[in-house]
């Protein structure tokens, strides 16, 4: 973990898998920013997370499990991308019921 860093995603979503707060991003042993960034590294994961999840059809909302893959995916995309590292990921699901 100490080479690779770790970033930490938290969402919160209702009952229907949309996200109720934006995307709470944590990147432990992670540079802030680097040259060419358009924004700090964990600006640009949320943003990403945060689009990933609009993307995804309704139906793999609803679970969870759907959630935390597609965010994981974008997460490791970025940090790929802009950081060089394939970082070790944590996405933690709040779901708001009615």
Not at 6 to 12: D, E, G, M, T
Not at 46 to 63: F, H, Q, Y
Not at 69 to 75: D, H
């Amino acid at each position: 973990m100490a080479r690779q860093g770790v970033v930490i995603c938290s969402l919160v979503v209702d009952a229907e898998g949309e996200l109720v707060a934006d995307a709470d991003v944590r990147c432990l042993g992670a540079p802030n920013d680097g040259e060419g960034w358009s924004a700090p590294l964990d600006e640009m994961i949320a943003g990403a997370v945060e689009d990933a999840i609009d993307e995804m059809p309704l139906k793999t909302r609803r679970s969870d499990g759907g959630i935390e893959e597609a965010a994981g995916r974008a997460i490791r995309r970025i940090a790929s991308r802009h950081w060089g590292q394939k970082p070790v990921v944590t996405v933690m699901i709040t779901r708001l019921e009615e």
